[in-house]
């Protein structure tokens, strides 16, 4: 055995066999290849208009405090979180985006031999956490590309720990009516966490949905995770959190690092709650740009996933890389989702309507030659 090899060999088990999380192409990796500018991303569903300004404000006036730890406990950040969603501190996870909180449920609640339950074409990230920590993906076929909630009940069993529900779904866009999330959640055992992921939440229109937050009321096996990176434009500061049972969130708590998130991410966050301007500005940009990229596929004679989030899935009805990688040279990213068993969709994140202009102009380009 090679030197190599040999740690390899030291690794769990499950991480040997991990591979990694591909992130969408950043911008700056793009210029430095093929040293193009005025690149378009609408790989990872990133807010087009950026932070708000309130966010903004809070970060420049938290910076000569830098030289100090921030608040280990979130105390201001959980305060205006608990106010507008009417729960407790005590309820409260804050999380390094809520990506951590997904890797704190697997260590708190996995290990080998327990079984998690999860739909094909859902977020990338439960199967990873899931073979870390070498506990069981069970990955139940989607139906209509998204979650079957009853074929999801149907796998339960005494092995079953942890079952995670992506509402809306990333990158389908699938979103699932809240009376059958909450029978799903009914009828789970109590023995087993529902994480039920809404980092789309906000785009949701209200019609749709009634509070799932009052479900915390009835299941404390359930909890409920959200992002400041999504809606709220600080994907770079990396925030999340989730509401639970205050006994999850104690078990949750145990196993954070006591750090996770920095003093600006926390400032800005508590700000960005409170703007609500922004927030409506890019619910209404989001549905404007859906219109306008759906719009644009259907003149292609494309179709597309339904999507409740900021990005739609279309199908190419031929191998999504090589578009890919066309529109790459021509300064578009887009995310390829063939790891997602979607090997003829592209998934585009909802831009400004310039980006969404420029990204079907050179998709239709592409298109019309190959
Ligand atoms: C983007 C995303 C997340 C995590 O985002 P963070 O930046 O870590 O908060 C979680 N779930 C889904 C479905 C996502 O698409």
Redesign the pocket.
């Known amino acids: 055995m090679t030197s190599a090899n040999k740690i390899y060999s030291l690794a769990l088990t499950g991480v040997q066999q991990l591979v990694p999380y591909k992130p969408g192409k950043p911008i700056e990796e793009l210029e430095r290849e093929l040293g193009l500018t005025n690149i378009v991303k609408l790989a990872s ?1 990133e807010n087009p208009l950026g932070p708000g300004k309130k966010a903004l404000a809070a970060i420049q006036a938290a910076l000569p405090s830098l030289a100090l730890y921030p608040d280990g406990s979130g105390f201001a950040l959980k305060r205006a979180l608990a106010k507008k969603y009417a729960v407790d501190d005590s309820q409260i996870t804050l ?1 390094n ?4 909180i ?1 890797e704190l449920v697997a260590r708190a609640f996995l290990r080998p031999g327990l079984e998690v339950i999860f739909s094909q074409h859902a ?1 990338a ?1 439960y199967p990873l956490v899931t073979q870390a920590v070498g506990a069981t993906a069970v990955v139940v076929p989607a139906v209509d590309y998204g979650h079957d909630l009853a074929g999801m009940l149907e796998r339960v069993t005494e092995n079953t720990r942890v079952v995670f529900i ?1 509402n809306p ?2 990158p389908t866009g699938t979103l699932l009516s809240q009376a059958s999330v909450e029978a799903f959640i009914a009828a789970l055992p109590d023995t087993v966490v529902c994480v039920l ?1 809404e ?2 939440f906000e785009f949701v229109s209200r019609v749709e949905t009634v509070n799932s937050i009052e479900w915390l009321k009835k299941y404390p096996n359930l909890i409920i ?1 959200r ?4 809606a709220y434009g600080l ?1 770079g500061l ?3 959190y989730s509401l639970s049972s205050p006994e999850i969130a104690d078990i949750l708590n145990r196993v954070r690092q006591p750090f996770n998130n920095n003093t600006l991410a926390l400032v800005a966050a508590e700000a960005a709650l409170s703007d609500d301007e922004h927030l409506q500005q890019t619910i209404s940009v989001n549905a404007q740009g859906m219109q306008q990229l759906t719009y644009g596929f259907k003149q292609l004679g494309l179709e597309w996933i339904p999507s409740a989030g900021n990005f739609v899935s279309v199908d190419l009805r031929q191998p999504g890389q090589p578009i890919y990688e066309a529109l790459l040279r021509k300064g578009v990213i887009v995310r390829p989702v063939g790891n997602y068993e979607l090997p003829n969709h592209l998934r585009i994140s909802i831009g400004t309507q310039a980006e969404n202009q420029l990204f079907l102009q050179a998709l239709a380009d592409t298109i019309n030659n190959v």
Do not use: C
Request: hydrophobic share 35%.
């Open positions: 569903n999380g985006g809520s990506n951590e997904l977020f990230v992506a779904n990333n992921d980092a789309y995770t992002t400041f990176s999504k994907a990396r925030v999340g």
